[in-house]
């Protein structure tokens, strides 16, 4: 157990509907991703995925349960405790969550602007970020100007500029064309294997697990109808879940 980076203990998070009625998004899910993984939670949509993805940082807190980083519960944690955790722990979206008034070298520095960091050190380390996801000509444009890869790009720029242990992609890749999808999955592994960050990814696409991963869990309904090594569930899937996914080629 001593290479778990990330353990996630009977978490249940619920969300209060209309009236008294509670929505279960993720129901008491356990799962232990280890150092250099490329993790991914491959399931349909509402099957809880991006809910259990954010509350690996506390975005969302759980109803019950736990995250542990590095051996340490984040729920036990001071606010301010919880930030410098987060540090360690770079996040990409979907839809890139650029700020539209700020170049692209701004973007990528901001997380830095909000730890103290100078604005010279801020720039530099930022700049080099944008070399290492081969946007290093694009540093004073705005993303307006960018193709969506770029953006994505430069999302993970900002991601790595903190230099964190935990790279989390939250359907990284779905708003993109599929050849510029698979030049982002390739910078990721590029990620993994070189900065030795240990990647969590929800996906509904079954070439994003097959490309990229390494473990793998199915969720469906909030729960963990699956997990493993990746190579074992696309070869022969034990769950309903999992074959469903894997015989349809994933999530249309």
């Known amino acids: 157990m001593s290479d778990s980076i990330i353990v996630i203990e009977n978490l249940t998070k619920e969300y209060k509907g209309k009236g008294k009625q509670c929505v279960h998004a993720v129901k008491n899910v356990s799962l232990t991703v280890e150092k250099g993984d ?25 109803t019950s349960g736990r995250v542990l980083l590095n051996g340490v519960s984040l729920s036990d944690l001071s606010e301010k405790e919880l930030n410098l955790q987060r540090r360690k722990i770079g996040m990409i ?41 081969g946007l290093a000509d694009k540093a004073d444009c705005y993303p307006s100007e960018l193709s969506g890869g770029q953006k994505q790009r430069a999302a993970i720029a900002r991601a790595l500029v903190n230099e964190p242990e935990i790279l ?3 359907e990284a890749t779905s708003a993109l064309d599929s050849v510029t999808s698979l030049n982002i999955l390739n910078l990721l592994k590029k990620i993994n294997a070189e900065l030795g960050l240990t990647i969590l990814l929800i996906t509904h696409e079954l070439g994003v697990v097959k ?12 729960r ?5 090594t990746a190579a074992e569930i696309l070869s022969n899937p034990s769950s309903d879940a999992a074959k469903k996914l894997v015989l349809s080629g994933g999530v249309k």
Do not use: W
């Open 38 to 62: 490329v993790f991914g939670i491959l399931g349909a949509s509402g099957a809880g995925k991006s809910t259990l993805l954010k509350c690996v940082n506390l975005l969302e807190k759980p």
């Open 93 to 133: 979206f979907q839809h890139f969550n650029l700020f539209s008034q700020c170049s692209v070298c701004e973007n990528v520095a901001f997380p830095l602007k909000i730890a103290g960091v100078s604005r010279k050190e801020a720039k530099r380390r930022a700049l080099v970020q944008l070399g290492y996801a």
């Open 168 to 170: 989390l992609c939250d």
């Open 224 to 228: 963990i109808a699956e997990q493993g």
């Open 211 to 222: 490309h990229i991963c390494n473990k793998v869990a199915v969720m469906e309904d909030g």
